[in-house]
């Protein structure tokens, strides 16, 4: 299969290596991985923070490099929930009809890459090996909008060596949200507080989940009081192999 990699801003600009990673995976797992360099940003800063005209153009862009993809796969349930719950109704709210029928035509080929091996390919093990204890920490954007449910943890189960540890109230979010941890810093600060010490609690040498940028706000909360607990994103573990521990 011919796949199409979504890599999104925030991989490429600070963890490129979760991008590497979910290359690596599918090419082991036999497909074709190919990355369009014109893609850019989802926009979904943009509508966060109201900026809907705005986030126009990048919604023509993304549809506008994918458009003639057979699958496209990214390593963030955050974007891909961008896409496919918020794209269309930006295109609704300008009025911008023929943009509404292009972004429908492809939103069927984007998925999460835990959702995209386990639902889409009935892939639970994907040959990986990760000697660690770790946790998982359940996104909202993939949880609730994208209703991954409990792909990345069919995933997680099947890799060897690894010892998962079921995180205490999983399903609460970090606090990040983006624009929101900056809008509602003390709000944010609180929601994080709560999140590190469920991470510390299990004793897991790291915290892995399917964004970067919850993993990017746990990693600095973990970081700052010296925890010794790292943060991982799923791809990397996945991509691990005996011969290579990836992360």
Request: proline share 3%.
């Amino acid at each position: 299969m011919r796949i199409d990699l979504f890599i999104t801003c925030l991989n490429d600009a600070l963890f490129p290596r979760t991008g590497e990673a979910t290359a690596r995976l599918l090419e082991r797992l036999g497909h074709e991985v190919t990355f369009d360099e014109n893609q850019t940003c989802c926009g979904q800063m943009h509508v966060n923070s109201g900026y809907r005209r705005e986030a126009l153009p990048l919604v023509r862009r993304f549809v506008d490099t994918f458009r003639d993809a057979d699958v496209v796969v990214a390593p963030s349930g955050s974007c891909v929930g961008m896409v496919r719950d918020l794209y269309p109704r930006v295109a609704e709210w300008e009025g911008d009809h023929a943009l509404l029928e292009d972004v429908r035509a492809v939103l069927p080929k984007v998925f999460e890459l835990s959702e995209f091996l386990v639902r889409h390919l009935g892939v639970e093990d994907v040959g990986a090996y990760y000697p660690h204890r770790v946790t998982y920490h359940q996104t909202c954007h993939a949880m609730r909008v994208l209703r991954v449910g409990d792909a990345p943890l069919r995933l997680l189960s099947n890799v060897r060596g690894l010892n998962l540890v079921e995180l205490p109230a999983v399903d609460q979010c970090c606090g990040f949200g983006g624009t929101f941890s900056v809008k509602n810093a003390d709000t944010s600060t609180a929601m994080l507080a709560d999140k590190v010490a469920s991470v510390m609690s299990t004793g897991a040498e790291a915290c892995t989940a399917g964004d970067n940028s919850c993993l990017m706000h746990i990693g600095g909360g973990l970081s700052r009081l010296r925890s010794g607990t790292r943060v991982v994103h799923l791809a990397e573990i996945l991509a691990s192999t005996e011969h290579e521990v990836y992360a």
